[in-house]
Each structure stands twice: as structure tokens, then as C-alpha cells.
């Protein structure tokens, strides 16, 4: 299961497709609050930075033990201004938005292994 | 007058200015005749310390008997010389007081005082002098009215230019037959040398011509003087028909604001400086907002075109319709990138960071509203419990809070119309520093006070909004934030920023 966190719904629903099309399901959360309400066993968390309630890195921060134990992206549309400061908190990466969709695959290999689509 | 042997000086007794020095001034005081033009008791300087009080004594004691003293004048090059200083006042011309002062030979110093002054010629000195000044007189017909108008001046011209230490001329017949010392230096010349002077010279032209006109019209204006150093001066005045006695002359009075003026100029520079400030930083903050804006909505558009591509391969469609999606694709991508590099040469540029005294800072954005404050006839009033206490940012990011805070009380209170004040107050709370600009304008709506917190990109935002989302936008930068404090009465902007600790 891969887990996507950001404010932006949108952002939820078209990832969810894409990555439904690769053959991996996913769930969304609006921000890292209702991800700690109702957790799910994710394989792969797809993080955004800017959100109202707390920012991704905050959450990162807050919450080690679960970037630790899951491979964590952070996508933000000011990556640069952030991504020293995530990989420093083991960040796997930080995703400048928008990714082209090669990125993507390549990460999902990566964490996931190939899917029968890819 | 020269024939005398010392020094001699005649000084109007009513506007202490000088009339004459002779050139003996010079050989014994060692000074420059100049001086005792610009400054009448200019000789004092010259005297020994501890003979000043019988010497200061000859500066107002003369006005109705002849007075004498002898005193040392300190000489750079033959050391202490002993003087005999005598005052005599004339009846016959005005109120004019010669001045004679002489050195007392070597051989007499060990006379008693009384025998001294038996020594000295007194009547043939005060004839000489006095036929001299009368020559003088003769000769010069602008000292003649000088004469003439100083039982008017007395008490007007010389107690009002000290009240208020302003610029006092008179003109007549276009030009200026007396200034008084603040005057002169206002025009950058002797007091002596302005009657030769035409007004066209001091003033130009089309303002000599006013002042001539005066006569009849009186006005107001704000008049630039050129100095023969080549300065220039700005001075306000207030000029006048004036008649004293059987003289029609116009009355100059004025103050010199050239300082107040280049200070004005300074300020609007600087307020100018700000405000390219402000539209560079709200045009920053903007672009980066819209480019977050945009890639969102690109990035889905990524994510769902790749999404269909994948089922369009996996499903065996037709090869142009997946190619043509991924070509859709690519193009989000190009304008995602257009996009980043926009945001990277109009971004937020990189800021200053040093302790800033919170009292400077507020004081300087105050001080460059004075103008405007004054114009706009509001009462600052200026409330601090911060002494040195300091908050580390960017002086000039900061500032443009603090100036907008205040430029939006002043619409508040104009709008209003009364009562007309603002209140800027600076405190600590905990380890915080708090400013906060009240103002009696009508507090806003709930619905309104929380518009105005949003971004000005939201359709239904103000112009208004635009600058207090800066202002958020540079607090929170800063560790801080800005509220508009809920008030039933007052409208309160808080700025609250986090204190600076030097580490130890």
C-alpha cells in the first residue's frame, strides 16, 4: 500500500490513478493528523511539504520513527528550499513539483520492486 | 580713523551688530576684522580668562556713560598685551557706541590705575571718533537709515530674532539695508556688504521683484537663496510691507529649512526605497505563490495523463492515441519547468539577518511617516517598555511592516475622520517582542478581519489584503507573526517577533 499526503485533492486523486495504473493501490490522507488518526501498513509514503495544519517536514520531525521504518518522498513546489534539511531526516527524496512520471517509476521499482505493469 | 593708534570698532547699540572696525583690530587682537562683523563681542574671545569680567562688563555697560577698563588680550605672537578698552556712547549720532581700545606701554603699566587714567586722551578720542563716524555716516546712506530705524528696531527686530532665532531683513528700495545675524548668515554674507548688494543677486530676479512688490502685497513662500560659496539655501518666509516712522520698507522674517528640506528629501528617498521594497517583495511573494498554484494543478495533470497513457499501452489501444497522451505529458512537464526557472530569477531574493534594537526600529519607520503624519494632522503617540531588547531579521523586510501597519492606520483615520491618533506601543512578552500599531478606525467584521489575513491571490482580497499578506509573509520569515487583534473599539495590529539572544 502506498500512502499519499497532501492538502491538495487533486494532487491525491490524480497520483492515486497513476499509480493504480502501475498496479499499486493506495490510500490518501488530507495531512499527516488523519494519516496518525487512521493509520494503514504503507510500503511507501508520498509526502507533501506545504500544508496548512503541519508542514511535511514538521511531521518528519515529530514523527522519526515512521520515516525510519517507511520509505518516506517529500514533494514540494519550493524543493529547493527544503531538500538538504529533508535528506538530513532520511528523506529518500524530494520530489520538485511537477515530477516527470520516469521519476516515479524508477522509485516505485526501487522500494516496491517491478510491477506487473512496469 | 586710522590715524589712531589701537583698534577701533563702532557697534549698534541697539542690534549689537557692528558698523566699523578699523584695521588696528587685527594687529591687536590678532584677529580677523571679519569676525567682529559676523559677531560683535568677536574681540571677547581674545581677552584673558581672568580679566573677562571686567571686560565682558564693556559690552553692556556703555549705553549711557563712557566706560573704560584695561585688560590683557592674549596675543599668539607677543604674549600677554596689556589694553586700555573705552566705550563711548553718542547722543549726536543715534545709537551707535565707539569702541577704542589701545595698548598701554610697558612703562606705564606700573602707574596706579587712577594715574592711568589720567594718561589716556579721552576727550581727543572721543572727537576723533566721533568725527569719523559722522564722515562715515555721511558717506554711507544706508547706515544713515540704519541709524534712523534702530529706536524702532530696538525692541521689535532684536527681542523678536532672539525669541525665536529667525532670519530678520529689511529691503528697501530693492535691497537689504539691514540683517541681522542669523540673516546674514542665512544669505551667506556680511551684514556690512548686503546694502551694496542688488536683490536680484541674493534672490534672482522674479523674487526681487515680489519683494519689491511687497510693499504693497505681502506674501508667503519658501524662497532658495544661491551663497557666493556656491551653497544654497532654502528659507520660509513671511514677507511684509512694514512702516517705521516715515520709512516704507518690507520686512523680511523668515526661518532657514534648507536642513528640514534636505531632511525631507532624505525621507522621501528612503520611503521611496521602501516602497520598491514592498512592490519587489509582494511581486516575489506573489510569483512564488502563483508558481505553487500552477504546479499543483500541473502535476496532477502529470499524474492523471500518465496514469492513462499506462492503461492505454497495457490495454493494446491505439498507439497514437497513448503517444499523444504522453506527448500532453511532456508539454505539463515543459511548462512545470518554465515555471521553476521563473520562480528561480523573480523568487524571493536572500535577506539580511542582524539584531535590530526593536525601539530603533520602530522609530525609524515613524520617523518617516512624520511628514505624512503632520499632514494629515494625527497625533502620534509613542508608547515603549522594550529598552534595548532586539529581534534578529532584515531591517529593511522588517521596517516595511511596521511602515505598512502605520500607512493603513492613517487611511483608518483619514476615512474616519475623527478622532485623529494613532498609537504605536513596543513591549516584551515573555520571549517575545511585541508592536503594535491602534488605530480608532472602525474595526473590521469577522468575516472581513479574516479576508484580510488571506492570500492576496483569493479573487475576493483587497488591495489591502495585498500588503498585510506581505507583512504576514515577512513576520512569519521571521519566526514571527501578524494578528489583527479582535476589538470591539480600536483596530490593533500585533507584529510579534521572537527575541534575540546573543549566545554566550
Redesign the interface.
Known amino acids: 500500500m502506498i500512502v499519499i499526503i497532501d492538502d491538495d485533492p487533486a494532487i491525491c486523486r490524480s497520483l492515486a490513478f497513476a499509480l493504480k495504473a502501475l498496479g499499486h493501490p493506495s490510500q490518501s490522507y488530507p495531512n499527516p493528523l488523519a494519516f496518525l488518526k487512521d493509520p494503514v501498513d504503507a510500503g511507501l509514503i508520498f509526502l507533501d511539504h506545504r500544508m496548512p495544519e503541519m508542514t511535511g517536514l514538521e511531521f518528519i520531525k515529530a514523527h522519526p520513527e515512521i520515516i525510519n521504518s517507511t520509505p518516506t518522498i517529500l514533494m514540494s513546489a519550493y524543493a529547493h528550499e527544503i531538500r538538504q534539511e529533508a535528506l538530513d531526516l532520511n528523506i529518500v527524496t524530494v520530489l520538485d513539483k511537477p515530477f516527470p512520471p520516469s521519476v516515479l517509476v524508477d522509485l516505485l521499482k526501487e522500494h516496491l520492486g517491478p510491477t506487473a505493469s512496469g | 580713523m586710522e590715524q589712531l593708534p589701537g583698534a577701533v570698532f563702532v557697534i549698534n547699540n541697539a542690534s549689537y551688530e557692528t558698523a566699523f572696525v578699523s584695521a588696528g583690530y587685527q594687529t591687536l587682537f590678532a584677529r580677523d576684522p571679519e569676525s567682529m562683523y559676523r559677531d560683535s563681542s568677536d574681540w571677547i574671545r581674545a581677552v584673558h580668562p581672568q580679566d573677562l569680567p571686567q571686560a565682558s562688563g564693556l559690552m553692556t555697560g556703555a549705553s549711557r556713560t563712557s566706560i573704560g577698563e584695561s585688560y590683557r588680550v592674549v596675543h599668539p605672537h607677543r604674549g600677554n598685551v596689556l589694553v586700555e578698552h573705552r566705550v563711548v556712547p553718542s547722543t549726536s549720532i543715534g545709537s551707535l557706541q565707539l569702541h577704542y581700545v589701545r595698548e598701554i606701554p610697558l612703562k606705564k603699566v606700573a602707574l596706579a590705575p587712577d594715574d592711568l587714567e589720567d594718561e589716556l586722551p579721552v576727550d581727543d578720542t572721543r572727537e576723533i571718533l566721533r568725527a569719523e563716524v559722522d564722515r562715515l555716516l555721511a558717506q554711507n546712506a544706508e547706515l544713515q537709515e540704519m541709524q534712523h530705524l534702530a529706536p524702532y528696531d530696538t525692541s521689535m527686530f532684536r527681542d523678536l530674532a532672539r525669541a525665536i532665532d529667525a532670519i530678520i531683513l529689511l529691503v528697501k528700495a530693492g535691497r537689504v539695508i539691514y540683517a541681522n545675524p542669523v540673516g546674514a548668515q542665512a544669505l551667506g554674507r556680511p551684514s556690512y556688504e548686503l546694502p551694496a548688494i542688488p536683490l536680484a543677486e541674493l534672490f534672482g530676479s522674479a523674487v526681487a521683484m515680489r519683494i519689491v512688490q511687497a510693499v504693497e502685497h505681502g506674501f508667503r513662500d519658501q524662497l532658495v537663496v544661491g551663497r557666493p560659496d556656491g551653497s544654497v539655501t532654502t528659507i520660509d518666509v513671511s514677507v511684509q510691507p512694514l512702516q517705521l516712522g516715515n520709512f516704507s520698507v518690507t520686512f523680511i522674517m523668515g526661518v532657514d529649512v534648507s536642513e528640514q528640506f534636505e531632511r525631507s528629501a532624505r525621507m522621501a528617498e528612503e520611503l521611496n526605497n521602501h516602497s520598491r521594497l514592498v512592490r519587489s517583495q509582494l511581486f516575489s511573494q506573489l510569483y512564488?505563490r502563483l508558481?505553487?498554484e500552477l504546479?499543483?494543478?500541473?502535476?496532477?495533470?502529470?499524474?492523471?495523463g500518465?496514469?492513462?497513457s499506462?492503461?492505454l499501452q497495457?490495454s493494446g489501444a491505439d498507439p497514437e492515441l497513448s503517444d499523444s497522451v504522453q506527448r500532453m505529458?511532456s508539454e505539463?512537464?515543459r511548462a512545470?519547468a518554465i515555471v521553476?526557472k521563473l520562480r528561480?530569477l523573480f523568487g524571493e531574493p536572500d535577506s539580511e539577518q542582524r539584531p535590530i534594537e526593536v525601539v530603533g526600529l520602530v522609530g525609524h519607520a515613524v520617523e518617516l511617516m512624520e511628514t505624512e503624519l503632520a499632514r494629515q494632522r494625527i497625533d502620534l503617540q509613542r508608547r515603549s517598555q522594550c529598552s534595548d531588547h532586539t529581534v534578529l531579521g532584515d531591517p529593511a523586510q522588517l521596517e516595511v511592516i511596521v511602515l505598512n501597519l502605520l500607512r493603513n492606520a492613517i487611511k483608518a483615520v483619514v476615512a474616519r475622520g475623527e478622532p485623529r491618533w494613532i498609537r504605536v506601543t513596543c513591549s516584551v512578552q515573555g520571549d517575545n517582542a511585541l508592536i503594535e500599531v491602534v488605530d480608532p478606525g472602525v474595526p473590521f467584521p469577522e468575516h472581513q478581519r479574516l479576508r484580510l489575513l488571506e492570500s492576496p491571490l483569493n479573487a475576493e482580497s483587497s488591495g489591502n489584503a495585498s500588503s498585510i499578506y506581505l507583512c504576514r509573509r515577512i513576520a512569519h520569515k521571521h519566526g514571527g507573526v501578524l494578528h489583527l487583534v479582535p476589538d470591539r473599539d480600536l483596530k490593533i495590529f500585533r507584529l510579534v517577533l521572537p527575541l534575540h539572544v546573543e549566545p554566550t
Do not use: C, K, M, W
Open positions: 512564488a508558481a505553487h504546479n499543483q494543478p500541473l502535476t496532477s495533470i502529470v499524474a492523471y500518465f496514469g492513462v499506462t492503461l497495457s505529458v505539463a512537464e512545470g521553476r528561480d
